[in-house]
């Protein structure tokens, strides 16, 4: 019994160990499996560190069953380990762009993400925020609320954590259809939308934002569905604007299609100096679970421009890591 035990075991290693990955460089728009060897379903979300773990959480849309959203970990960006479905959807028609941020003074992880669904006949008529909260990483997160911020239609969202003063705002895609981006300020414990809420006038989905030597630079794409469009980016010395189009900074984009992606968050990486990720989705015409991600390092120029060049592979060695900090 032993032995044939043994030999079924040696012939299930081989296919096993295919199935471990092992990677150290991002490869945009290519295969990227998880710990399972499996493809990574996790779209339109974004990434946080958190660092009494010093454990990189990435949450996005799970579009396979079960559909909700999904979290995976790592310790180095590049491999991941799936965490499951973190939340289902339930009876909720559509749950997208899921937005996670970490309130360590609560040990509370707070989920913003686009609820909606067919209202009126009109699908994507909800068009609402959803927030859902868990005591823990991994979930399970739990539905509290979900609403028009101030009474505006919302639809794609995206989110920034202001490192200096923790407060969280959400970019959304606003009003009839995605006309304008509107930028509210959440509370402090991330659990509600403040009145703080303006239409920064500029235009229209999957918002990502950095801020760099006092200017904040918003990234969105155009309104085209699952087929990508020419990206934009704004700036302004203020995150409620207003802001200033500066064109495209898709630099090289022979498709005109932001390198054939749209984007979804705009992580800072820890430890390197203006080590700004681009997150992209390559939807390929439909949201299907096989997605591929187009993740690119951005640049500001010195004469502070933002920059996206496409890189076949790339690694973290492309950004300059921190100085520790002197104790004395
Ligand atoms: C896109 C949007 C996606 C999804 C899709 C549905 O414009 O960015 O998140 O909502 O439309 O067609």
């Not at 979300?45 to 959480?57: A, H, P, Q, R, W």
């Not at 403040?194 to 990502?208: F, K, L, Q, Y």
């Not at 997605?291 to 492309?318: C, R």
């Amino acid at each position: 019994m032993i032995l044939i035990s043994l030999s079924i075991l040696a012939l299930c290693l081989p296919a096993l160990s295919q199935q471990h990955t092992d990677y150290n460089s991002f490869k945009p728009g290519g295969e990227w499996l998880d710990n399972n060897g499996v493809h990574i379903d996790c779209h339109g979300g974004n990434i946080i560190y958190v660092e009494s773990l010093k454990t990189f959480y990435w949450y996005g849309e799970h579009r396979g069953e079960p559909q909700g959203a999904s979290c995976y970990s790592s310790s180095d960006l590049y491999n991941w380990k799936k965490e499951g479905v973190v939340i289902e959807k339930g009876n909720i028609q559509i749950l997208e762009r899921p937005k996670v941020v970490y309130d360590a003074s609560t040990g509370r992880y707070v989920m913003w993400f686009h609820y909606d669904g067919i209202l009126d006949g009109r699908n994507y008529g909800i068009a609402e925020f959803g927030v859902a909260v868990s005591d823990k990483p991994t979930g399970p997160f739990v539905v509290q609320n979900h609403y028009r911020p101030n009474g505006h239609e919302s639809r794609d969202i995206g989110m920034y954590i202001d490192p200096e003063t923790k407060k969280a705002y959400i970019g959304y895609a606003a009003d009839h259809v995605n006309r304008t981006i509107r930028m509210v300020e959440l509370s402090g414990d991330y659990l509600s939308t403040t009145t703080n809420d303006v239409d920064i006038e500029a235009h229209c989905e999957g918002p990502g934002i950095l801020k760099k030597n006092g200017t904040f630079y918003l990234l969105t794409s155009q309104c085209s569905g699952w087929t990508p469009n020419p990206g934009t980016y704004y700036t302004s010395s203020a995150i409620m604007g207003p802001y200033a189009n500066q064109g495209s900074p898709f630099i090289g984009d022979a498709g005109n299609n932001s390198f054939n992606s749209q984007p979804c968050y705009i992580f800072k990486i820890p430890g390197y100096k203006d080590a700004y990720l681009y997150m992209g989705d390559r939807w390929n015409g439909s949201g299907r679970p096989e997605s591929q991600y187009v993740f690119l390092p951005i640049t500001i120029t010195a004469d502070g421009k933002m920059e996206i060049h496409w890189h076949n592979e790339w690694n973290l060695s492309f950004f300059t890591p921190e100085k520790r900090r002197s104790n004395r």
